[in-house]
């Protein structure tokens, strides 16, 4: 399985924590999860819609290119709403949580 996968491969060149968390289908899965707070009109979530495809229509007819989207709209995104929408985005926060109050 890739997460398990990629986690002891990461694990066995540092000692320092490692996480890794998988989109559950793609990175504009979680950005999508947030979408009514990325400026794109009048827009609703809805769950069985895929990321990538509901921003693409929003967007016409402007292009969706990823390089630089992506990161517009990541910052955009309401994190607190996009982690009650997305269970392996809260579980990247509750990771990213887990390794801070190790620090």
Wanted: aromatic share 6%.
């Amino acid at each position: 399985m890739l997460g398990p996968d990629l986690l002891a491969r990461a694990q066995a060149v540092t000692a320092v924590p490692v996480v890794v968390i998988v989109a559950e289908r793609d990175f504009e899965d979680w950005i999508y999860t947030a979408v009514e707070h990325l400026d794109l009109g009048k827009a609703a979530w809805n769950s069985s819609e895929r990321g990538k495809n509901a921003i693409e229509s929003l967007l016409t007819p402007e292009k969706y290119v990823k390089s630089t989207m992506q990161a517009r709209l990541t910052q955009r995104m309401d994190l607190d709403v996009a982690r009650t929408r997305s269970t392996s985005l809260n579980r990247l926060f509750n990771k990213i949580d887990e390794i801070l109050a190790r620090i």
